[in-house]
């Protein structure tokens, strides 16, 4: 079983930046893939951006170029670095982490506003 925790989520005007970060604990070795979903009301759950343990990434499109996720060495901690925020990027982002066994865990959520 894994634990995500976020943290980093928060408040910031139209054109900053935010970094977020999630950290993971648990099952780590089973893990193969990280990433960042974000949701709002009324909304489906949406992919922004996901690493697997390779290095590749994938990004929305409505991210790419402005959003970059990475992990540390250890492949415990996953950073989304938003920079260019619009205030369409305003939700409650996830942090999700996929294991080999074919569970799937969830973070609690934090929370991003982007508004002047």
């Known amino acids: 079983q894994v634990q995500l925790v976020e943290s980093g989520g928060g408040l910031v005007q139209p054109g900053g930046s935010l970094t977020l970060s999630c950290a993971a604990s648990g099952s780590i070795v089973t893990i193969y893939a990280m990433g960042w979903y974000r949701q709002v009301p009324g909304k489906q759950r949406e992919l922004v951006a996901i690493?697997?343990?390779?290095?590749?990434?994938n990004y929305a499109d409505s991210v790419k170029g402005r959003f970059t996720i990475s992990r540390d060495n250890a492949k415990t901690t996953v950073y989304l670095q938003m920079n260019s925020l619009k205030p369409e990027d305003a939700a409650v982002y996830y942090c999700?982490?996929?294991?080999?066994?074919?569970?799937?865990?969830w973070g609690q959520g934090t929370r991003v506003t982007v508004s002047a």
């Open positions: 999700y982490a996929a294991s080999m066994d074919g569970a799937n865990s």
């Open positions: 690493i697997n343990n390779g290095g590749s990434t």
